[in-house]
C-alpha cells in the first residue's frame, strides 16, 4: 500500500525529477500549475538539457537544473554530484520518470519526503511509494497529475499551458529574418521516436504546396536530426518555406510557434507544444496512439487509420507498408485544415 500521499504534506520547496522527453515534459505542466495554485511552493525541476526550453516557458518554474539522467547511461559519480548541488535545499521531491536512477538522486541528496510510482524495486529509495492505476489513469497528463496526491478528475481546465517570451519572440524572427507578412503554418516532419511516427516527405511536399498557393508561408520545425528531412521537402516547391530545423532551440521553438495560424506535426513532442500554446492543429498519428498522449487542446484534430495493425509502437513499420500513415492523404489534411479555419 502507498504511505500517506502529497496532499497531506505541506510543500514549500519542490524538486520536480523531470520527464526525459519533450513531450511528457510539457504534459507535466498540469501537476506544476496544481502544486503551485494549491501549496503557493517553489519549483524546482531537475531536467535533461533537451527539455528545458519548454520548462523555461512555465510560469510555475522557479529554476531548471541540469540532469546527469542519460536513458540507458548510469554514472553513479554524476548521480552523487548532482544529488549534493540540490542536498539540503527540498522538503519534497516528485519523480516522473519511472526508473530506479531518478530515485537514486532525492534519496541521496536526503530530501525528507520523495514520491513516485513504484517500478524498478524502487520501492526503498521512496518515502512514499504510490501504485500506478493505469485503468484509472489512461492518459499520461493523468498519471503525473496523480502524484500529487489530490483527487482530480482530469479536465479541459488542467491542459498544458505554454506562455511566449514576447521579447524573445521578436528576438527570434529579427534574428532569423522572418516577417508575418504572410499566415505562418507551421509543418514539423519529425519525430524522435522513429520512423514508423513520419508521415511520409511526399506528402509534406504536396501540403506544402498547396499551403503556399493558399497565400500562406511556410515554417518547417523541428531539430537538428530534422533538417535532412526538412531540405528534402523544401527541394523543388516555389514560394514562401523556410527550413527552421535546428536553427532555433526550443524555447525559441515554442515562442515561434505561438504566431502559427496552424500546426501540422507527427505525434512528437512539438505537436505537445502546439497543443500546449493553444494553436489550431492537425496531428498525424501512425504506429502510436491518441489514446495515451493526444494532443490536449479542443482546437486540435487528430487523424488516424485505425488500421487493424495500428497502433504497434515500433519505431520502423514491421509490415513494411506504413500504411497507417501514408493512406492519410495530403488532400485529408488539407480538409482538415479548412474545417479549424472555418470553426476559429
Not at 287 to 314: D, I, K
Request: proline share 8%; charged share 20%.
Amino acid at each position: 500500500m502507498a504511505r500517506s500521499s502529497a496532499s497531506r504534506t505541506p510543500l514549500k520547496k519542490v524538486l520536480i525529477i523531470g520527464a526525459s522527453w519533450v513531450g511528457d515534459a510539457v504534459l507535466s505542466q498540469p501537476l506544476l500549475r496544481y502544486l503551485k495554485s494549491s501549496h503557493d511552493c517553489t519549483i524546482d525541476v531537475l531536467a535533461p538539457s533537451w527539455t528545458q526550453g519548454v520548462l523555461l516557458r512555465m510560469p510555475e518554474v522557479n529554476r531548471v537544473i541540469d540532469s546527469p539522467l542519460i536513458h540507458k547511461q548510469l554514472n553513479f559519480i554524476e548521480l552523487w554530484r548532482c544529488a549534493q548541488r540540490v542536498k539540503d535545499q527540498y522538503d519534497t521531491a516528485i519523480l516522473l520518470p519511472n526508473s530506479l536512477k531518478s530515485a537514486l538522486i532525492p534519496w541521496m541528496a536526503r530530501i525528507p519526503t520523495r514520491i513516485g510510482y513504484r517500478r524498478e524495486g524502487r520501492s526503498l529509495f521512496l518515502s512514499h511509494p504510490l501504485e500506478l492505476d493505469k485503468k484509472q489513469h489512461p492518459l499520461m497528463v493523468e498519471r503525473f497529475l496523480a502524484l500529487s496526491g489530490a483527487s482530480i478528475k482530469f479536465n479541459e481546465q488542467l491542459n498544458p499551458t505554454l506562455q511566449a517570451n514576447l521579447s524573445e519572440q521578436q528576438a527570434a524572427l529579427d534574428a532569423l529574418k522572418l516577417n508575418l507578412s504572410l499566415p505562418p503554418i507551421v509543418l514539423c516532419p519529425g519525430a524522435e521516436y522513429g520512423p514508423a511516427k513520419r508521415w511520409p516527405i511526399d506528402h509534406f511536399k504536396v501540403l506544402a504546396q498547396a499551403l503556399i498557393l493558399q497565400n500562406k508561408q511556410v515554417w518547417l520545425m523541428g531539430s537538428p536530426k530534422d533538417q535532412q528531412i526538412a531540405q528534402s521537402i523544401i527541394e523543388h516547391i516555389q514560394g514562401p518555406i523556410i527550413n527552421l530545423c535546428g536553427k532555433t532551440n526550443l524555447a525559441q521553438a515554442v515562442d515561434l510557434m505561438a504566431l502559427a495560424h496552424a500546426v501540422v506535426t507527427n505525434d512528437s513532442g512539438l505537436m505537445h507544444v502546439a497543443a500546449a500554446l493553444k494553436r489550431p492543429l492537425i496531428a498525424l498519428f501512425g504506429s502510436s496512439s491518441p489514446q495515451f498522449t493526444p494532443p490536449l487542446f479542443s482546437g486540435a484534430r487528430v487523424l488516424s487509420r485505425s488500421l487493424p495493425c495500428s497502433p504497434c509502437f515500433e519505431r520502423d513499420c514491421p509490415l513494411g507498408h506504413l500504411n497507417c500513415l501514408t493512406e492519410i492523404t495530403p488532400n485529408k489534411v488539407i480538409d482538415a485544415l479548412a474545417r479549424l479555419e472555418e470553426h476559429n
